[in-house]
């Protein structure tokens, strides 16, 4: 049971470049999500997902483009980075969307926008 | 609408002295709030969580946590700091629904020897 896997680790883009990160469960959670981390901001959200084929926008989703098309993996994609998108990306995911739910982290994934 | 404040953004304290996290919260249903904690350059994981039971939680690594009502509280304790407690910890707070989790801008704190 690996829990919430993201790749990659480490990615330095050039504006204007466009890349996915990747973010896998297999806990067979209903919902997942992707944050950004930035310094004295705490975690923000940019999507999230309560079911494969449901997406939904979060806090922070300009420039972010996500899917779900199954229930394992949820993708976010850069469609053309900017280095305001320098940040800590994490995806979580739980097993259900009710509010008492625990979420379950991945390790991250650190962007340098140039 | 829901929010979260987490009154210091760094803690110091000395090793086997007590700790304390303060989060005040904002929200307009029965609130489930969280524990978080994050070690450098790793993931966040659950400390503990309240979710309309017992208002005294415990959790991992002897922390524990009060929800108060009337003072719109859950402030993170821990009796005696180990080096091993420094990190970064989220106060979070969810509403009704799927509405999403809200976040604090987080608490460093830092544990001297």
């Known amino acids: 049971n690996a829990g919430v896997t993201q790749t990659p680790k480490f990615q330095v883009l050039k504006t204007g470049q466009s890349m996915t990160l990747q973010c896998a469960q297999d806990?067979?959670?209903?919902?997942m999500s992707w944050y950004r981390q930035d310094p004295g901001m705490g975690l923000r959200l940019i999507h999230y997902?309560?079911?494969?084929?449901?997406?939904d926008q979060g806090e922070v989703p300009n420039g972010y483009n996500v899917s779900r098309s199954t229930t394992e993996d949820f993708p976010l994609r850069l469609l053309s980075a900017a280095p305001s998108q320098t940040s800590v990306y994490f995806c979580?995911?739980?097993?259900?969307?009710?509010?008492?739910?625990?979420?379950?982290f991945g390790p991250g994934t650190r962007l340098l926008v140039l | 609408a829901q929010s979260v404040t987490q009154l210091d953004s760094h803690v110091s304290v000395s090793e086997g002295t007590p700790v304390l996290l303060r989060c005040n919260y904002s929200?307009?249903?029965?609130?489930?709030l969280f524990w978080y904690v994050q070690h450098p350059n790793k993931g966040l994981q659950l400390l503990l969580k309240?979710?309309?039971?017992?208002?005294l939680v415990k959790g991992i690594n002897g922390f524990e946590a009060e929800f108060k009502k009337s003072e719109t509280s859950f402030h993170l304790t821990k009796p005696s700091a180990h080096m091993s407690d420094a990190a970064e910890y989220f106060c979070?707070?969810?509403?009704?629904?799927?509405?999403?989790?809200?976040f604090g801008k987080g608490t460093r704190l830092s544990v001297i020897a």
């Open positions: 997902s309560v079911g494969a084929g449901i997406t």
């Open positions: 979580a995911s739980s097993y259900g969307t009710g509010r008492k739910e625990t979420q379950y």
């Open positions: 929200s307009s249903y029965s609130p489930s």
């Open positions: 806990m067979n959670h209903e919902y």
């Open positions: 309240y979710t309309s039971a017992a208002t």
């Open positions: 979070v707070v969810s509403g009704a629904g799927n509405t999403p989790l809200v």
